[in-house]
């Protein structure tokens, strides 16, 4: 079921024309990601998932088989649609997605053993959701924050420097986010941690999974197409001409067009007692 109920400060541009992109370019979370949470947490099979910030379903489709029930919340429509299209290609029928932001959730959900927030938290009203999570967790529940570490704009990799150089070439030196590429991102202040500590929540703890990520040039030219910063509206009718912009700076770097990194990925638990 869907309900409509979005934020008046929700800004519906912020990924405007990216969820299809977002489910097949976006880092995927690897399985010892979902490995390491289910040893943390003792997943089971039973118990429930709060997801906010869904997206696509990154998080609560492959996470629903260690879960009796998932509810999944975002407030962009087209998001939820994509991630109910992925859910019906592998089966997933335990899940159940609500259009909403998370500023809005209350007990009517129910009671949840985690809630888990993918790259979306830096984009939430922190200490309003943190309050309202802590009334809809279980005793020994708590929060996971997730996060793929791959951050182009703080990368010293020379190829994702390059790519990061065109998109500035294209959009200028500050970084683009939201209001069709109008709004600037400015610095998650203050940190998560700060925040986190401020609130009822008693401990937290981070915990890290390394991984290797394999790209293409098609591959990287999409994921930038799903990015706040980077969206394929900015371009306009210029968009093929900002692709081969891209394409030349990558090859330049790298000629076989084949990218790789070492990436870590990283659970940033919020521990209610």
Partial sequence: MTQLKTLPNYDPTLFEGA???YAQYRTKYPPAVFDKLTEIFHLNGLGRLLDLGTGPG????????KFQEVVAIDPDPDMLKEAQRQA???GANNITWLEQGAELIDPSLGVFKLATIGRAFHWMERELVLERLYDLL??????????????????????????????KKWLGEERRTGQRGQGTRKPVDPPHEVVIANSRFARQQTYEVPFTKSWTV?????????TAFSLKIFYGDKAEEFETDIREALLAVEPSGNFTEELTATIHVIWKY
């Fill in 19 to 21: 969820s299809e992109n």
């Fill in 58 to 65: 990154l998080i609560a489709i492959p996470l629903r088989t």
């Fill in 88 to 90: 019906a290609a592998v």
């Fill in 138 to 167: 279980t005793d020994d529940g708590a929060i996971a924050l997730l996060n793929t570490g791959d951050n182009p704009w703080q990368s010293s990799l020379p190829w994702k420097q390059a790519a990061v150089g065109v998109v």
């Fill in 218 to 226: 098609s591959s990287y030219l999409g994921y930038l197409y799903t």
